[in-house]
């Protein structure tokens, strides 16, 4: 027998070798690791940001001398928030992401540090509208973000790690907003956010610029603005202000800014989210319904939990409040399901799924008026119905950018947080209304509790909603074009 050649002998050598496969890379490997915290950091520090101010504000509104303008201080951030979701989409498209992003950033942090230093409650609620125009610029470029620097595989984990940030903060933001607002002052909880999001800056920023930024291709780089979508964005915040004002000024005089609102509004909304949204179509717009219905009728129904355990069960704000943290995890534990591998051939039926707990667990709340029913039978629904909402939530967010092209991936991603945003306040706004109609009474702003509230009118809010929701289930069957 001739000896091997060299080579044949390497080979030979070699083959005898077990090979031991890559690793997988993840949105913590070398490649995106930076770029993953920085984000992830960014969305929790907003995140703790909007869960502690509403601890805040009250104090802050006595303190100015503003309390007839409370609600203002939230309605501005909104308004603000939606011209800058449109902004942000139609500058991602053409500019990329990077720009818009950090523009929202400092915004952002400028809204705070106004908000912070008012002496006067209209300078306040200008610092809202800031931040809220920053918020907006803010969400959409990180969307946009994902789709371009993370491969279609890691996108569902960028996302459960998106929904995983606000869970502290939905457990320990209120309370560390209520230590800072009592030893510190209120002013601290808006000054104090924007020094700490340099870090996350520093680390995000130079990886956005290296994999997401510039224009997709050279053509839109030199595009300009869409300025009919621009047109419709100030119609859409101007008419959702509107429609805030007439709802909370209760007089035959407001019907005059309220149809003016609802006259700029609808045609906006039908020009900025894509056609076929309302008669869900399949595809992308049933996903942009999808999330509108999943958010609006949750959201909605959420806000009466606490009031409906402190009027009708005698539990304090603190303990209603405590019921509902157990959602924060069960929501990240729903998102990092959808975030498996082995799951992503039952996105479909997954949302399916998890449209069918939102709706028995919004169905469920009001047995709580039943004396024989214990009051944390509804924390234990809450949280089936949070881990409903991590599976749909995040998986909308994914299915949009698998369905959108990438210079389109901008504004779709406006048009998902406007039909977020949107649903909010119309069913937050028809669930009020029956509250009222209902004898739900009325709030005490010092004691938060409430005079006169009939049971029936909380069953008028969570049981429609429950329905609102089950139409969702229905919508989670056209996600996909049917194949031809």
């Excluded at 950091?41 to 509403?54: K, M």
């Excluded at 402190?310 to 304090?316: F, I, K, N």
Aim: aromatic share 8%.
């Amino acid at each position: 027998m001739t000896a091997l050649e060299p080579r044949d002998a390497d080979l030979a050598k070699t083959s005898d070798v077990p090979s031991v496969p890559e690793p997988e890379e993840s949105v913590l490997s070398r490649s995106y690791r930076a770029l993953s915290i920085g984000m992830v950091s960014v969305v929790l520090l907003i995140a703790f940001e909007a869960t502690a101010v509403g601890t805040a504000m009250p104090v802050a509104a006595r303190e100015l001398d503003g309390v007839s303008l409370y609600a203002f201080a939230f309605s501005g951030y909104f308004t603000t928030s939606l011209f800058g979701m449109v902004l942000a989409g139609q500058w991602s498209d053409r500019r990329g992401p990077l720009g818009a992003l950090t523009a929202g950033i400092a915004s952002f942090g400028a809204g705070l540090l106004l908000a912070g230093t008012a002496g006067v409650m209209w300078l306040f609620i200008l610092g809202r509208a800031v931040q809220g125009l920053g918020g907006g610029l803010v969400i959409v470029a990180l969307y946009v973000v994902v789709g371009r620097a993370y491969p279609e595989r890691l996108r569902p984990a960028i996302m459960a790690a998106f929904a995983a940030s606000w869970v502290v903060p939905s457990i320990v933001g209120p309370l560390a907003s209520g230590a800072v607002t009592e030893h510190l002052g209120w002013r601290w909880v808006f000054i104090g956010i924007p020094v700490l999001v340099v870090f996350p800056l520093a680390l995000a920023l130079p990886q956005i610029r290296r994999r997401a930024s510039g224009p997709v291709d050279d053509s839109a780089g030199s595009a300009s603005f869409d300025r009919r979508r621009i047109r419709l964005a100030l119609g859409i915040s101007l008419g959702a202000g509107l429609l805030q004002y007439a709802a909370q000024d209760l007089r035959w005089l407001s019907l005059v800014p309220g149809a003016v609102g609802a006259a700029l509004l609808v045609p906006a909304v039908l020009g900025l989210l894509p056609h076929g949204t309302y008669r869900a179509a399949r595809g992308l717009p049933s996903v942009v319904l999808l999330r509108g219905v999943a958010a609006g009728s949750f959201i909605a129904a959420e806000s009466f939990v606490p009031l409906m355990l402190v009027t009708q069960r005698g539990l304090s704000p603190t303990l209603a409040g405590f019921s509902l943290a157990a959602g924060g995890v069960t929501w990240a534990v729903g998102s990092w399901v959808q975030s498996r591998p082995r799951v992503e051939p039952y996105r479909e039926r997954l949302m399916t799924v998890g449209m069918v707990l939102v709706a028995a667990s919004i169905a469920a709340a009001p047995a709580v008026l039943i004396e024989s029913v214990p009051a944390w039978t509804l924390a234990v629904a809450w949280a089936f119905g949070c881990f409903g909402m991590g599976l749909v939530i995040a998986s909308s967010s994914v299915l949009l950018l698998q369905l959108s092209a990438p210079e389109e991936a901008g504004t779709n991603s406006a048009a998902l947080q406007i039909s977020d945003a949107l649903s909010n306040v119309v069913l937050l706004a028809a669930g009020g209304a029956a509250f009222a109609a209902l004898g739900g009474g009325s709030v005490s702003h010092a004691a938060t509790t409430a005079s006169g509230s009939h049971p029936g009118a909380f069953a008028a809010v969570f049981l429609p909603m429950a329905g609102v929701a089950l139409v969702g289930a229905w919508v989670t069957t056209r996600l996909r074009d049917e194949p031809r």
